[in-house]
């Protein structure tokens, strides 16, 4: 792989070293045998050292939980809970100016069906919140919420079922801006940085909260209306479950036992964030690619989902169509997409048109090649922090 070094050149360094030192220690007696020895232990053990990765971080672990609650809460229906609880993690410690406000959060936001441990796996947070790395969490104060209808958030499964409010992305936002102000005493953010549905949050964010966000790095997602093939596969699954028999107007005692949904949801999930160019690569004969298939079902049935809140998560964009406003966002945006997208192949809708409506706004199209990741490349920093570092020295 490009970048990667060649780790034959170091073993060979390595052994010529010993050699050398075999050599020299014939000619010099015990001492210097014993110390010929020890030396090319030490040369084989840092070699080893240099060749393994280091240890991923549990950065889950790491992190603070809150349980936010947010009450009276009135979604743009004009439906009403009394209260709505949110599930929020942190790393880091917040930094607060002379005001009292707080000056370096960053707040991460997760693609649909996902948590806010989405983007503190290892991939991701190796990458990006060590040492010196940068989304330093000494220097950073990362929060990463479980977005409302996900995760330990409140969502339809929690009792209230297919009658929980029909939230949509403006609800979503409006949550988020709840949970840093009401919540955590933060009244702007240094940087939001939103992946797949986080990345769509990003351009509802801009013009509902105009300066409240500093800059916006939106990953893997569109500015466009949620239409054509896009809001098909979204109502392949919505379909999937709510015509098997067993969904029941909602109220199924068993989502598992929705095994037509189910079936509907893992292979339309497994369709929409794979990499053409990785699977080829990686299943190149037609047994190979059937029994991976067969593999990521039985994975993805290892952990059915839950059908009401897939629905509501799934048809939570439907409202989505922020074109119309992309010119109120005048912070600095870097936005990235990737060419093997299923969800937003290159070209469509114009990103790059769209982007130039935002005053300081830059598109980014990273080639697909067997080492992106499809859809899931926005969670893979290791493609793309590049253009981040040198967006952040651009706008300091």
């Known amino acids: 792989m490009q970048g990667q070094g060649r780790s034959p050149d170091r073993r060979?360094?390595?052994?010529?070293?010993?050699?050398?030192?075999?050599?020299?220690?014939?000619?010099?007696?015990?001492?210097?045998?014993?110390?010929?020895?020890?030396?090319?232990?030490?040369?084989?053990?840092?070699?080893?050292?240099?060749?393994?990765?280091?240890?991923?971080?549990?950065?889950?672990?790491?992190?603070?939980?809150?349980?936010?609650?947010?009450?009276?809460?009135?979604?743009?229906?004009?439906?009403?809970?009394?209260?709505?609880?949110?599930?929020?993690?942190?790393?880091?410690?917040?930094?607060?100016?002379?005001?009292?406000?707080?000056?370096?959060?960053?707040?991460?936001?997760?693609?649909?069906?996902?948590?806010?441990?989405?983007?503190?796996?290892?991939?991701?947070?190796?990458?990006?919140?060590?040492?010196?790395?940068?989304?330093?969490?000494?220097?950073?104060?990362?929060?990463?919420?479980?977005?409302?209808?996900?995760?330990?958030?409140?969502?339809?499964?929690?009792?209230?079922?297919?009658?929980?409010?029909?939230?949509?992305?403006?609800?979503?936002?409006?949550?988020?801006?709840?949970?840093?102000?009401?919540?955590?005493?933060?009244d702007r953010l240094y940087l939001v940085l939103g992946t797949s549905m986080g990345c769509m949050h990003s351009f509802v964010w801009g013009p509902s909260y105009p300066g409240f966000v500093e800059r916006f790095v939106p990953l893997a997602c569109n500015a466009i209306e949620i239409a054509g093939r896009n809001r098909m596969f979204r109502q392949m699954v919505i379909d999937g479950f709510r015509n098997d028999p067993e969904y029941r107007g909602g109220d199924y005692a068993d989502g598992s036992a929705l095994r037509t949904g189910q079936a509907t949801n893992a292979n339309i999930l497994l369709l929409a964030g794979s990499n053409p160019y990785r699977m080829q690569a990686e299943l190149p004969t037609r047994d190979a690619a059937v029994e991976a298939l067969h593999r990521a079902r039985e994975a993805v049935a290892a952990r059915n989902v839950d059908p009401n809140d897939a629905i509501y998560q799934l048809d939570s964009s439907r409202n989505y169509n922020p074109a119309p406003q992309l010119h109120l966002i005048t912070a600095p945006v870097l936005w990235i997409n990737s060419a093997d997208d299923f969800i937003n192949p290159p070209g469509l809708g114009d990103p790059e048109a769209l982007a130039q409506q935002m005053p300081h706004a830059r598109f980014v199209l990273i080639p697909a090649s067997a080492e992106t990741y499809g859809h899931g490349t926005h969670s893979r920093p290791k493609l793309w922090k590049a253009e981040l570092e040198r967006f952040l020295s651009e706008n300091p």
């Not at 930094?95 to 649909?112: C, F, K, Q």
Request: with cysteine; net charge neutral.
């Open 12 to 186: 060979g360094a390595r052994s010529g070293a010993c050699r050398q030192r075999t050599e020299f220690r014939t000619m010099n007696g015990s001492t210097m045998k014993a110390f010929a020895r020890l030396f090319c232990s030490l040369v084989l053990l840092v070699g080893l050292a240099l060749a393994m990765p280091l240890q991923a971080q549990d950065w889950v672990a790491k992190a603070q939980q809150h349980t936010i609650e947010l009450p009276d809460f009135t979604f743009h229906t004009g439906e009403k809970l009394p209260s709505v609880k949110m599930h929020v993690y942190t790393l880091g410690t917040p930094r607060r100016d002379s005001e009292g406000r707080v000056t370096n959060a960053i707040m991460l936001l997760h693609g649909t069906g996902g948590n806010g441990t989405s983007l503190l796996a290892p991939h991701f947070g190796d990458e990006l919140f060590g040492e010196g790395q940068l989304f330093d969490i000494g220097k950073y104060y990362i929060i990463s919420p479980d977005n409302l209808g996900h995760g330990q958030s409140s969502k339809p499964s929690d009792g209230l079922r297919a009658q929980f409010p029909r939230y949509d992305y403006s609800d979503m936002v409006l949550a988020q801006h709840r949970i840093l102000t009401e919540g955590l005493g933060v």
